[in-house]
């Protein structure tokens, strides 16, 4: 998923459904709900305001891991 350029975002309060489409939680939902059996570990990340909770099933170490492989990847796609 891209982020959204916020600079071309219109000067008016801007909710979620401006940065986020919605569908892409139904279909990320429906794509992890399809693959749970295959699944061998998982981590999700949920974003509140400056809360920020996640869970999953991996060791500390490998949820670090994983989340460095996605880092990198993020970082690699560049700018928008």
């Keep these: 998923m891209k982020v959204k350029n916020l600079a071309k975002l219109p000067k008016r309060k801007v909710t979620i459904d401006d940065l986020l489409d919605v569908s892409d939680i139904s279909e990320a939902a429906a794509e992890l709900d399809k693959n ?28 670090i891991y994983l989340m460095e492989l996605v880092k990198k990847a993020i970082l690699e796609d560049g700018e928008d």
């Design 36 to 63: 749970k059996y295959e699944l061998d570990e998982f981590f999700l990340i949920t974003c509140k305001g400056d809360d920020v909770s996640w869970r999953g099933n991996a060791r500390k170490s490998r949820t």
